[in-house]
């Protein structure tokens, strides 16, 4: 590489880290393990992934050493389709599917689930930016994994076309000032599964919405509520799969106004919409089933719908 060469990628990559920019919520007035109140210690040492790098910091400057360690990252998939960490029946048994797949950030182990508890049940909403930030790496491995930009590839994707003389180099500027537009691009919107109206009372939040959010946030993608929760049923997670299954089937509809909103907001030229969903779990992926039933029956081009969830079950 030409010195001029590597000094410009010296350059892209100190902007790409600055874009990484810390976020309010590790403010250094936090003293304790946000998660068990212990004393959080210095930590040195890091060894992660590029992208997604400062999420891990910041995770472990929130976290004691044991509660950070707890963490069961689903970062080695075996199933393609659900993204769990080991092979898969479930995937294997469903003969219809129109989701394109789930990724989840770790696995649902008894200190994740307790966590999740923590923050659903037991009022600790303030929880929400820490179990979000804990998608971003999975975030970033989906995209980089299907999306139309590929930052990796050094390629700039369909939607916009390889640049040429000086619009090749305005986009390489774009993406040496922020780390994520092509992650951002690489989506035509983020939602959430909806709650029930009686849910969202007694818990004054929807943590998909939340988590959502977050992600909606900080990678500068849109966010709609393009879906509807059409009746309430009891806890899912007192239910056989078959329940489940049968009870998710009519459970949403397409929020029409939204999916319009979304449809005139979109480059004429897009041939499919691109989707991300967001839940907190994924168990038999009935959920992500319904709600692309429910987003392909009410859009007028088709949807790919991806799902992200917190943690597989
Ligand atoms: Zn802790
Ligand atoms: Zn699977």
């Known amino acids: 590489m030409s010195g001029l060469g590597q000094r410009l990628g010296r350059l892209k990559s100190i902007l790409r880290t600055a874009g ?3 976020m309010e919520w590790l403010s250094p007035a936090v003293t304790g393990c946000m998660l068990c109140g212990k004393t959080v210690l210095p930590q040195q040492g890091d060894s992660y992934p590029e992208r997604g790098m400062a999420s891990y910091r910041q995770l472990r400057q929130a976290t004691c050493v044991s509660c950070f360690v707890s963490i069961p990252w689903l970062d080695r998939i075996q ?5 769990r960490g080991v092979s898969c029946g479930d995937c294997l048994r469903r003969t219809e599917r129109h989701f394109v797949c789930n990724r989840s950030a770790v696995g649902y182990s008894s200190a994740m689930r307790e966590w999740l508890a923590m923050y659903k049940y037991r009022g600790h909403e303030r929880l929400a930016p820490l179990l979000a930030e804990m998608l971003v790496p999975v975030f970033i ?3 980089e994994e299907t999306g139309v930009f590929s930052y990796k590839r050094g390629r700039i994707g369909l939607r916009e076309g390889p640049g040429r003389g000086l619009q090749r180099f ?3 500027v774009h993406h040496a000032w922020n780390p994520y537009a092509d992650l951002s691009r690489s989506w035509d919107a983020i939602t959430y599964v909806p709650i029930s109206g009686e849910r969202a009372q ?6 998909a919405q939340q988590l959502a959010l977050h992600l909606a946030d900080k990678f500068e993608i849109p966010i709609y509520d393009l879906l509807r929760r059409d009746r309430h049923t009891e806890k899912m997670s007192f239910k056989t799969r078959a329940e489940r299954q049968r009870d998710s089937r009519s459970l949403f509809t397409g929020n029409e106004a939204q999916i319009r909103k979304l449809e005139s907001r979109t480059p004429a030229n897009t041939e499919a919409y691109r989707i991300l969903l967001i839940d907190d779990i994924y168990t ?8 692309a039933v429910a987003l392909i029956h009410c859009a007028s081009r088709p949807v790919h719908l991806y799902t992200l969830t917190w943690a597989r079950s």
């Not at 199933?79 to 993204?83: A, D, R, S, V």
């Open 20 to 22: 990484e920019r810390p």
């Open 202 to 207: 007694e818990r004054g939040f929807n943590q």
């Open 79 to 83: 199933c393609e389709i659900c993204g």
């Open 284 to 291: 038999t992926g009935s959920t992500a089933e319904a709600c």
């Open 141 to 143: 491995r989906l995209t």
């Open 170 to 172: 305005k986009q390489w």
